[in-house]
């Protein structure tokens, strides 16, 4: 549904609604838009609870949650962001400067690398998009061996947290 779409939905439904919805469709200063942001962020956020939990799924399921997980990546959600990128014309997802967005983004796509490293393959805008944001320095410091940044959950640790969780 488009902004202005919703907007009048819900003006229908509660009357004077507009008045506090207005500020969210409008853009900022800066070109970001936060409505879209937040769109954005919240899409990123279905993916990413289809990519979180694949690693504790019973060994019985793990194939068929794999396969879904990709497809889903592959086929509904990059996609999307892809032409996201193409329509937008600029570096970011949305307006003109680093958003909340582009950062989930990259979280996203690093996480379904690990996975499966050529699932950017059929994706060259989302590509670059990686390469670009994963070098802005504060991004490509916290990315370096060695950072904050928390490595790829390894089976062993897995089953430890299994264990105490059926305890």
Do not use: W
Request: hydrophobic content about 40%; overall charge neutral; some cysteine.
């Amino acid at each position: 549904m488009k902004e202005a779409g919703i907007s009048q939905h819900l003006t229908e439904v509660m009357p004077g609604f507009l008045v506090l919805f207005r500020p969210l469709c409008l853009t900022c200063p800066n070109g970001s838009n936060p409505f879209r942001i937040d769109m954005y962020v919240e899409g990123l956020f279905d993916l990413n609870e289809l990519l979180m939990p694949y690693v504790f799924q019973p060994a019985d399921q793990k194939e068929q949650h794999f396969a879904n997980m990709m497809d889903k990546a592959e086929n509904r959600y990059f996609p999307v962001f892809e032409k996201v990128l193409k329509d937008h014309g600029k570096d970011f997802l949305v307006g003109n400067q680093l958003s909340r967005a582009d950062v989930q983004l990259l979280e996203v796509i690093l996480m379904a690398e690990e996975y499966k490293a050529d699932i950017l393959a059929k994706f060259p805008l989302l590509q670059s998009f990686k390469a670009r944001i994963s070098n802005i320095p504060t991004i490509k410091k916290f990315l370096q061996p060695g950072s904050q940044r928390k490595p790829p959950t390894r089976e062993e640790d897995v089953a430890k947290l299994m264990k105490i969780f059926r305890s």
